[in-house]
């Protein structure tokens, strides 16, 4: 229900929206929800066990640039 929350104060669907985290679980799970999801995976953690995965991984911030391209 959190992630609704964004797609309802912005009257977006959830496709509409990028999502960035460094948690695994949170970039999981959102893409779950339907958001587009970009995963900071900094500590090169383990993919998690949900059945969707993020469009992307980045390690570090500085590849952020690449993705906005």
């Known amino acids: 229900s959190v992630y ?4 309802t104060h ?3 669907a959830p496709h509409q929206v990028c999502f960035l985290s460094s948690n695994g679980w949170d970039a999981y ?4 929800f339907g958001f587009r999801v970009l995963w900071c995976n900094r500590f090169g953690q383990a993919p998690e066990r949900i059945p969707h995965t993020p469009d992307g991984e980045i390690a570090d911030l500085s590849a952020l640039t690449q ?3």
Request: no cysteine; aromatic share 14%.
């Open 10 to 12: 912005f009257g977006v």
């Open 29 to 32: 799970s959102a893409k779950a």
């Open 4 to 7: 609704a929350l964004a797609t």
């Open 67 to 69: 993705w906005l391209a």
